[in-house]
């Protein structure tokens, strides 16, 4: 049984910063495209961040762009967003994924999720 487990979600104020983290257990991930999505409240769930299983590739949403960082550490089964420059729209439940492709990923065709871990930005 694969558990994907998100921490580092806060209060914030806007323009601060903030990193999450996802631990996975169960089994190694290291294979897996790992990303980050999002969901405000009233708000279809929508894709932040991508990483290839090699942590070669990232993609991210335009609305992240430049802001935020995605990373992997395949040793520890764990991947990281660090969000820099947060501004009040970021707002959001921030749920943790897995897929066994990037594309998959982006499409929400998800294999695993997380609980969710939730960024409050004030400002």
């Known amino acids: 049984q694969v558990q994907l487990v998100e921490s580092g979600g806060g209060l914030v104020q806007a323009g601060g910063s903030l990193r999450l983290s996802c631990a996975a257990s169960g089994r190694s991930l290291s294979t897996y495209a790992m990303g980050w999505f999002r969901q405000a409240p009233g708000k279809e769930r929508e894709f932040v961040a991508v990483i290839s299983w090699g942590g070669s590739s990232t993609y991210y949403a335009n609305s992240v762009k430049g802001r935020f960082t995605i990373s992997r550490d395949n040793a520890k089964n764990t991947v990281y967003l660090q969000m820099n420059s947060l501004k009040f729209e970021d707002t959001a439940v921030y749920y943790c994924?897995?897929?066994?492709?990037?594309?998959?990923?982006?499409?929400?065709?998800?294999?695993?999720w997380g609980q969710g871990t939730q960024v409050t930005v004030s400002s």
């Open positions: 994924a897995a897929s066994t492709s990037r594309s998959r990923l982006q499409l929400k065709q998800v294999d695993y």
